[in-house]
C-alpha cells in the first residue's frame, strides 16, 4: 500500500472492515457448535428445514446482489442515464410467477435439489445434464464475483489485488464449510444489512457535497441522466421497457424461480407459507437495493458532471470509477471508506457463500448420493463439506480467469445468467407448463438452447455488437447474423428459454408425446385449464392432463375394496382433494385429513 492510502484509511476503517469478516466468521462458528452441530446433511445443507420468511428473504437478495451490483449499476446510470432503472417493473411479475407457480411445485415434492425435480418430471439423465448446466453457470459467475470488488479496490486504492481475492475467498470458504446452510443465511442478512448501510452513507455524503438534493437533480436533469420510458421495440436496442420489462422477467425467474440457491432457500423455510411470503418480501428490498444503487449512479454524476475520469485513474473502466468517486466522497470522514468496503465485500462474500453452499448440494444430492444410497449420514455431511471447501478453492481458480475476460462486470454477470440460466429455465418450464413433453425432448432442448446461446454469446463478444450499437448507426446495412449476434444481452433469458421449449415440444412430439397418466403427479401445473376456465371439464382434462388415474386400495375405516380416483396433476387446487366411490357413492377426502365429507 503506498502512503497516500493511509491517509484515507484511518484504523477506525480498518476496524470496521474487520469486524465484518470477524462477526461473519463468528456466525459460521456459532452455527458449527449450536444445533444439532451440523451432523446431517438435512442441517448442513437445508437448515433442518426450519427457517422462518425475514432470514430467507434478506437471504434471496443477497444471492445475487453483489459487488457486480453495487458497482456495475451506477456505473450503467452514470454512463447511459437511468434507463436501466426500468428492470424494477420486471420484479413484479418476476417474483410473482416464482411465488404462485415454482415454490407450491418444489415445495411441495420436498426436493434437496431443483434438478430432483427433472428426474420426477422426465428422466435421471435430463436431472444430471441440468446440474451439471448449473454447476457451470454459478463457477463461472462466482469467479466475476470474487474478482470484481478486489478488481476495483485495487485500480484505486492500490490494496494487493490477489490478497484481497484470496482472503475473500477463504474467509467465506471457511465459514460456509463450518457453519452449512444456517451460516450461509444467518451472515446474509448481516451482510444483507451492511450492504443497505454502505450505500446509503455515499449517498448522504455525497448528495451534501455537491449541495442538496435539488442541486443533484438539476445537474443530472440538465446533463440529460433522467431517462424516458424507451418504447423502441428494437431487440437489439441494449436497453428498452421491452428488453428490461419483458427480457428482465426471464432473467428474474431463471434466478428466483429454479436457481438452487435461491429454491434451496424456500426449501429451508419452515412451511410452503413462509416460503412465499418471503419471496413477497423480496420486492420491496430489491426495489430498494436497485433505487440505492441507481441513485449512487445519479450522484456520482451530478459530482462529476459526466468528466471522463478514467485517464486519470489509468484505467478504462467506469467500474473503478465507481471505487475512485466513493472514496472521493468519503475521504476524510473516518470510518466510512471502512463501512464502504465492508458494504462490498458483504455483497461479495454473501453472494459466493450461497455458491458455495448449493453447488455443494447439487454435487451431493444430484451426482454423488444417487450412486451412493448406502451411504451413512456422517460420511455424507463429512463430504458436502469436503465439496463446500472444494467449490471454494475453485473459486479462487475463477477469478484469475475472470481477470483475463475485461468487460463491463454488469454485463458480464448478466450475459452468463442469460446464456446459461436461460436454458435451465426453459427446461423447467418445459416440464412444468407443457404435460406432452418427454425426455428426449428436454435433452434436445437443452442441447439446441445451450448451442444456440452459446452461439449467439460468443458471436456478440467477437463482433462486439450485442446491443451497443448506438443511434447514429441505425440506418448501416448489417449482414443478419451480424444482426442476430447484435440482440440485446436482456433478451438471452428469454431467448434461449424460448429455443429450448419449441425445441422441446418439436422433439417430443415427433417421439411420442408423453401420456397424462405417465406424468409424476404434482409436476406439472395446469397453466392451460387456468387459461381455459371456460371450457367444458372434460376438453379441459385433455388438455392440461388431470385425467384421473384409478387406483384399488383397500381403505382402512372400511376394510372392502375401494376406487380411488386420484387426480394426478390437480394437486395445484390446494387443498387437495381424493376422490373415491364406494358402491354407488362418491366421497371426498381432504388429504390433509382435517375435513372429510361424503359427497
Ligand atoms: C439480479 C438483478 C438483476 C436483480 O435486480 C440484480 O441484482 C443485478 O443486476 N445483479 C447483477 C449481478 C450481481 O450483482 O452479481
Ligand atoms: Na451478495
Known amino acids: 500500500m503506498d502512503p497516500s492510502d493511509q491517509k484515507l484509511f484511518t484504523v477506525v476503517d480498518f476496524v470496521i472492515f474487520g ?181 446509503l452513507a455515499v449517498i448522504v455524503v455525497g448528495v451534501q457535497k455537491t449541495g442538496g438534493v435539488s442541486e443533484v437533480w438539476r445537474k443530472v436533469w440538465e446533463g440529460n441522466r433522467i431517462s424516458a420510458l424507451d418504447l423502441n421495440p428494437d431487440p437489439t436496442e441494449r436497453h428498452t421497457f421491452w428488453t428490461l420489462g419483458v427480457g428482465g422477467v426471464f432473467l428474474m425467474l431463471s434466478l428466483y424461480g429454479v436457481n438452487q440457491a435461491q429454491v434451496q432457500r424456500y426449501l429451508s423455510a419452515r412451511t410452503e407459507k413462509d416460503a412465499v411470503r418471503s419471496c413477497y418480501m423480496v420486492f420491496p428490498s430489491l426495489q430498494l437495493a436497485l433505487a440505492l444503487s441507481c441513485v449512487m449512479g445519479l450522484v456520482m454524476f451530478a459530482c462529476y458532471c459526466g ?46 457463500s450461497s455458491a458455495f453452499n448449493s453447488l455443494a448440494t447439487v454435487t451431493m444430492e444430484d451426482l454423488i448420493k444417487p450412486h451412493f444410497p448406502a451411504m451413512t449420514e456422517a460420511r455424507a455431511t463429512l463430504l458436502s463439506k469436503a465439496l463446500a471447501m472444494s467449490y471454494g478453492l475453485l473459486c479462487l481458480a475463477m477469478a484469475y480467469l475472470t481477470h483475463l475476460m475485461g468487460d463491463s462486470v454488469l454485463q458480464v454477470a448478466l450475459k452468463i445468467f442469460g446464456m446459461v440460466g436461460g436454458p435451465i429455465l426453459g427446461l423447467f418450464c418445459l416440464g412444468i407448463f407443457f404435460p406432452w413433453a418427454n425426455s428426449t425432448g428436454a435433452l434436445a432442448g437443452l442441447g439446441a438452447g445451450l448451442a444456440v446461446a452459446f452461439w449467439v454469446g460468443i458471436g456478440s463478444i467477437v463482433t462486439r455488437s450485442s446491443g451497443t450499437k448506438s443511434r447514429a448507426q441505425h440506418g448501416v446495412a448489417c449482414f443478419p ?77 372400511a376394510p372392502r375394496i375401494v376406487k380411488l380416483l386420484v387426480f394426478p396433476n390437480n394437486f395445484w387446487d390446494s387443498p387437495t382433494f381424493l376422490f373415491f366411490t364406494r358402491g354407488t357413492s362418491t366421497e371426498c377426502i381432504l388429504v390433509s385429513g382435517v375435513v372429510a365429507f361424503a359427497l
Not at 45 to 71: G, H, N, T, W
Not at 325 to 339: A, E, H, I, S, T
Not at 509 to 531: I, R
Open 19 to 199: 469486524v465484518l469478516l470477524a462477526a461473519s466468521l463468528g456466525i459460521g462458528l456459532y452455527h458449527a457448535l449450536s444445533g444439532g452441530r451440523q451432523r446431517t446433511t438435512q442441517e448442513f445443507l437445508m437448515a433442518d428445514r426450519s427457517m422462518k420468511c425475514l432470514p430467507v428473504s434478506l437471504s434471496l437478495i443477497a444471492s445475487f446482489q453483489s459487488a457486480v451490483a453495487i458497482i456495475g449499476v451506477p456505473a450503467e446510470i452514470y454512463t447511459h442515464g437511468t434507463q436501466y432503472w426500468f428492470i424494477g417493473c420486471a420484479y413484479i411479475l418476476g417474483l410473482l410467477i416464482p411465488a404462485h407457480v415454482f415454490i407450491p411445485i418444489l415445495y411441495r415434492l420436498r426436493l434437496s435439489s431443483a434438478y430432483q425435480y427433472l428426474e420426477l418430471r422426465f428422466s435421471k439423465p435430463v436431472r444430471i445434464c441440468g446440474t451439471l448446466t448449473f454447476i457451470f453457470q454459478m463457477v463461472i459467475y462466482m469467479g466475476v464475483c470474487v474478482y470484481t470488488p478486489a478488481f476495483a479496490l485495487n485500480a484505486v486504492t492500490g490494496f494487493e489485488l490477489w490478497g484481497t481475492v484470496l482472503a475473500t475467498g477463504l474467509v467465506c470458504t471457511l465459514y460456509t464449510t463450518i457453519g452449512g446452510l444456517k451460516a450461509v443465511i444467518w451472515t446474509d442478512v448481516f451482510q444483507t444489512l451492511v450492504m443497505f448501510a454502505g450505500q
Open 307 to 352: 468528466e471522463d475520469h478514467s485517464s486519470k485513474l489509468g484505467t478504462a473502466s467506469r467500474d473503478a470509477m465507481v471505487i475512485s468517486f466513493v472514496m472521493d466522497m468519503l475521504q476524510g470522514l473516518p470510518g466510512l471508506p471502512g463501512l464502504f468496503i465492508a458494504c462490498l465485500f458483504s455483497a461479495a462474500l454473501s453472494t459466493i
Open 481 to 557: 447474423t451480424v444482426r442476430f449476434y447484435s440482440l440485446s444481452y436482456m433478451w438471452y433469458s428469454a431467448f434461449n428459454c424460448s429455443t429450448v421449449i419449441l425445441i422441446g415440444l418439436i422433439i417430443s412430439f415427433l417421439t411420442g408425446p408423453m401420456k397424462a397418466e405417465d406424468v409424476t403427479p404434482g409436476t406439472v401445473y395446469p397453466l392451460l385449464g387456468k387459461l381455459l376456465c371456460f371450457l367444458p371439464e372434460r376438453h379441459k382434462k385433455k388438455l392440461c392432463g388431470v385425467t384421473p388415474q384409478v387406483q384399488t386400495v383397500r381403505s382402512r375405516a
